[in-house]
Nanobody
Framework: QVQVVESGGGLAQAGGSLRLSCVVS????????MGWYRQAQGKQRELVAR???????NYPDSVKGRFTISRDNAKNMVYLQMNSLKPEDTAVYYC??????????WGQGTQVTVSS
């Protein structure tokens, strides 16, 4: 069994910053991709940032230059530094771990709310 737990969400003003953390624990093989996704009210879940085991990073245009994903393989953790936040960043942010031998595991999500 694999557990994925996010933390660091909360309230921020437009232009502010938040840092999200995610830890993966439990029985697993190796972790391939680790990433952050978000889902706003009434909208589909979308990729925010993803990093492979080899360090390849993907961002959508909506967050490029503002968000930074980083990974600590020794701790099985992934982080998302969010700067220059906008109201449209408001969503539940989910951490996802793709396991080489155990499929995909999701966290329960952490709420990020950005006020204008």
């Amino acid at each position: 069994q694999v557990q994925v737990v996010e933390s660091g969400g909360g309230l921020a003003q437009a232009g502010g910053s938040l840092r999200l953390s995610c830890v993966v624990s439990g029985r697993m093989f190796s972790i391939g991709f680790m990433g952050w996704y978000r889902q706003a009210q009434g909208k589909q879940r979308e990729l925010v940032a993803r990093v492979s085991s080899g360090g390849t990073i993907n961002y959508p245009d909506s967050v490029k230059g503002r968000f930074t994903i980083s990974r600590d393989n020794a701790k099985n953790m992934v982080y998302l530094q969010m700067n220059s936040l906008k109201p449209e960043d408001t969503a539940v942010y989910y951490c996802r771990a793709d396991l080489y031998g155990g499929g995909v595991s999701w966290g329960q999500g952490t709420q990020v709310t950005v006020s204008s």
